[in-house]
């Protein structure tokens, strides 16, 4: 089955109450994460620090740039991530829309890329007519 990953974008807690409120939604993600792995759907999930402990790295003309904090200016910042093994897109989008940060938030799904399977259309072609 295809993985999926889904990441998880929210602003950031501006105020202590707004904090407190996230907080106080942990059983929704207990819930959400007993639920994918029963469904036998999770691979990985975990939690990052805030964007203050972000590093960008980025290489130009050969010299190495490195920058504190993400690289985006937005009003959103990557918060998390989890892995799921899903049947198609429709099953990792479904599964996207249960995430509780989806109500304050946003949640991008995209497919990871399995190295063991060709990527290019004329070699996945000739593996499925096994040549």
């Avoid at 974008?9 to 929704?28: G, H, K």
């Avoid at 490195?66 to 989890?82: Q, S, V």
Wanted: hydrophobic share 40%.
């Amino acid at each position: 089955m295809p993985k999926y990953m889904l990441l998880l974008y929210a602003a950031t807690e501006t105020s202590r109450e707004a904090a407190e409120q996230r907080e106080s939604e942990m059983p929704l993600w207990i819930q959400y994460y007993e639920n994918l792995r029963d469904a036998g759907l999770l691979v990985h999930t975990d939690r990052l620090h805030s964007e203050d402990a972000a590093t960008t790295v980025r290489v130009w003309d050969n010299e190495t740039e490195i920058t504190d904090g993400p690289f985006a200016t937005t009003k959103e910042f990557l918060r998390g991530y989890y892995v799921l093994q899903c049947r198609d897109l429709d099953q990792a989008l479904e599964q996207a829309a249960k995430v509780p940060l989806a109500r304050y938030g946003s949640v991008e799904v995209r497919p990871i890329v399995d190295f063991a399977l060709p990527t290019a259309p004329d070699q996945r072609a000739a593996a499925k007519a096994g040549t």
